[in-house]
Every structure is written in C-alpha cells, then in structure tokens.
C-alpha cells in the first residue's frame, strides 16, 4: 500500500541542472532511508546517491560535489538536486526506500523510473 513516485526528470544540456522528486504515497510507520539509483542502456544499476532517516548521505564518487540529496519529512519526500550535469549521466533514475510498515515489517520499494538524458 506503498508507492514511490518519481519526477522532475527530462533533457538538459551539459552543464545544465535537473532537480529529481520521489514522494511516498500510502500508509506506512516510517521510512528508514531513501535514495536515487540510475540505470543507463547496456550497464548495470549504481547507487547515485542515499540519505538515511539521520541524515546520513552517500553519493557515488562519480556525483560527488555536483549532486545533492535531501529529504522533506513532512511530505516524505526525496529530492536529487544534479547541477553540471554530465553527457555520462544519462539514465533512468530509480527512487529507492526503505520502508517500515505499520506492522514494522521491512519493506524495499522501487519508483517506476524517470528519464535523465544530458546532451547538446
């Protein structure tokens, strides 16, 4: 009874700024951690970027001091904030969370996907 959506994604050109949105839709205790991963045609899934309940944050070394993440509790929402964005960023990009439902069960849950495409 949980779902991610995702938004904000679309074509930018190199140096351009995208802002990503994931908000958490339904009934659920909490959520423990939220992220965003990318997926680009012929390579494998990578973590871009995470933050936990504590506002403990990891981004891949690849979008480190370009990219940031934060989240609005009160709207349980994510946001990826990517500035001088790169041709090699180009993905689909997937809202990850870890969720703990009402019965405190563990739950990890997936957004549909949003296109990033960076080119001239």
């Known amino acids: 009874q949980v779902q991610l959506v995702e938004s904000g994604g679309g074509l930018v050109q190199p140096g351009g700024s995208l802002r990503l949105a994931c908000a958490a839709s339904g009934s659920f205790f909490t959520i423990v951690s939220m992220g965003w991963y990318r997926q680009a045609p012929g390579k494998q899934r990578e973590l871009v970027a995470a933050?936990?309940?504590?506002?403990?944050?990891n981004f891949a070394n690849s979008v480190k001091g370009r990219f940031t993440i934060s989240r609005d509790s009160a709207k349980n929402t994510v946001y990826l904030q990517m500035n001088s964005l790169k041709p090699e960023d180009t993905a689909v990009y997937y809202c990850n969370a870890g969720i703990l439902t009402r019965s405190l069960m563990e739950n990890n849950l997936w957004g549909q996907g949003t296109q990033v495409t960076v080119s001239s």
């Open positions: 933050i936990t309940s504590g506002g403990v944050t």
